[in-house]
């Protein structure tokens, strides 16, 4: 079965710091651009952050400068560190990817099943 499966989210402070982890699993041929997003209570779900398979990044303006996302291509893992943590960053996260299972086939786009992530303040 191709899925993706977080982990790493939880209840921290205000300042405190987490780390999300995303792993890609099952028969999967390439997995190109990986994305990290959040959803908090309704809210719509929106872009934190992207890396392509070469590792260029991006970031919504709320994150820069406090969030990292990383890969491990070995691994089929996809990362985020979330530094300086704010209660306005309390949403579930989803980890998303562009795979392709097999060659000359459309890719697929996978979605994890979501991680809690809450800041107190």
């Known amino acids: 079965q191709v899925q993706l499966v977080e982990s790493g989210g939880g209840l921290t402070q205000a300042g405190g710091s987490l780390r999300l982890s995303c792993a890609a699993s099952?028969?999967?041929?390439?997995?190109?651009?990986m994305r990290w997003y959040r959803q908090a209570p309704g809210k719509q779900r929106e872009l934190v952050a992207a890396?392509?398979?070469?590792?260029?990044?991006n970031y919504a303006d709320s994150v820069k400068g406090r969030f990292t996302i990383s890969r491990d291509n070995a691994k089929n893992t996809l990362y985020l560190q979330m530094n300086s943590l704010k209660p306005e960053d309390t949403a579930v996260y989803y980890c998303?990817?562009?795979?392709?299972?097999?060659?000359?086939?459309?890719?697929?786009?996978?979605w994890g099943q979501g991680t809690q992530v809450t800041v107190s303040s």
């Open positions: 998303n990817a562009d795979v392709r299972l097999r060659p000359l086939t459309p890719l697929s786009y996978l």
């Open positions: 099952g028969s999967i041929m390439n997995i190109y651009a």
């Open positions: 890396i392509t398979s070469g590792s260029s990044t």
